[in-house]
C-alpha cells in the first residue's frame, strides 16, 4: 500500500512538473527550440 502511495505521488509530481516546462525542479533547455527558430527564419 505504502508503495502504490508513493508510485501514485511520483505520477502527480511529474505531471505538475511538466506544466511548467522551463521552470521548477525538472527543467528543460530552450536552446534547441531558439536554434529551430533561427533556421526558419532563414
Do not use: K
Not at 527543467?27 to 534547441?32: C, D, H, L, R, T
Amino acid at each position: 500500500m505504502l508503495v502504490s502511495a508513493f508510485a501514485v505521488t511520483g505520477a502527480i509530481f511529474l505531471i505538475l512538473e511538466m506544466d511548467r516546462p522551463f521552470g521548477g525542479v525538472v527543467q528543460v533547455s530552450n536552446e534547441p527550440l531558439a536554434r529551430a527558430l533561427d533556421q526558419m527564419r532563414q
